[in-house]
Nanobody
Framework: QVQLVESGGELVQAGGSLRLSCAASGRTFGNYPMGWFRQAPGKEREFVAAISWNGIMTAYADPVKGRFTISRDSAYNTVYLQMNSLKPEDTAVYYC??????????????WGQGTQVTVSS
């Protein structure tokens, strides 16, 4: 597996913004899509967003459409999730993973530590 490290999460007030990062140090992600997932306490992990290897195609879960934007750097070794107009229901641990481009299911079965996003009312 490729070790992925998420960062950028913190406590913010509703309506605020955060940018999360997912990095694979010393290498690129290759020509494969990357995705963001999140898991709230007591809930199942759910898909949030995905981006193609060239950054042209993106996909979003309905709850975050229009508020979140997934992007990548030019070297494709870091993927970002810009989160605007945050809501308390966005509170979760956010993870990244390689995804299959048909159904956006995660490829690697080992997850990193994730990064905690907490949105206060």
């Amino acid at each position: 597996q490729v070790q992925l490290v998420e960062s950028g999460g913190e406590l913010v007030q509703a309506g605020g913004s955060l940018r999360l990062s997912c990095a694979a140090s010393g290498r690129t992600f290759g020509n494969y899509p990357m995705g963001w997932f999140r898991q709230a306490p007591g809930k199942e992990r759910e898909f949030v967003a995905a981006i193609s290897w060239n950054g042209i195609m993106t996909a979003y879960a309905d709850p975050v459409k229009g508020r979140f934007t997934i992007s990548r750097d030019s070297a494709y070794n870091t993927v970002y999730l810009q989160m605007n107009s945050l809501k308390p229901e966005d509170t979760a641990v956010y993870y990244c993973n390689f995804v299959y481009n048909i159904n956006y299911r995660p490829v690697q079965d080992s997850w990193g530590q994730g990064t905690q996003v907490t949105v206060s009312s």
